[in-house]
Nanobody, 127 residues
Framework: QVHLVESGGGLVQPGGSLSVSCAAS????????IGWFRQAPGKEREGVSCISSSDGSTYYADSVKGRFTISRDNAKNTVYLQMHSLKPEDTAVYYCATKLTTAQAMGVVGTCEYDYWGQGTQVTVSS
């Protein structure tokens, strides 16, 4: 059974740092692009970052470029999102996502399409 499990969210002060993780199981992780999107209450879903399976190339939304870093450890079937210089507007539930089927994608982050995502982890940036 396929699982994407996000963890590492929490409360952090503005300007602080936090790292969230996405642990995958049930599929051949190495072959799949993995993306992160976020959703704040009352706001539309926003693509944040994505990392390619083929060459490790990355994408960042303009809103997080220079502050967030995505990485993957294929040996651990895990993708990480390191977040620095956090702002209150980064507050959201963060989801990791991938595309597991050949059906039309349900969303896209950069060049990473997705049709499956985890339960999310809450990140709150507040003093």
């Amino acid at each position: 059974q396929v699982h994407l499990v996000e963890s590492g969210g929490g409360l952090v002060q503005p300007g602080g740092s936090l790292s969230v993780s996405c642990a995958a199981s049930g599929f051949t992780f190495d072959y799949y692009d993995i993306g992160w999107f976020r959703q704040a209450p009352g706001k539309e879903r926003e693509g944040v970052s994505c990392i390619s399976s083929s060459d490790g190339s990355t994408y960042y939304a303009d809103s997080v470029k220079g502050r967030f870093t995505i990485s993957r450890d294929n040996a651990k079937n895990t993708v990480y999102l390191q977040m620095h210089s956090l702002k209150p507007e980064d507050t959201a539930v963060y989801y990791c996502a991938t595309k597991l089927t050949t059906a039309q994608a349900m969303g896209v982050v950069g060049t990473c399409e997705y049709d499956y995502w985890g339960q999310g982890t809450q990140v709150t940036v507040s003093s």
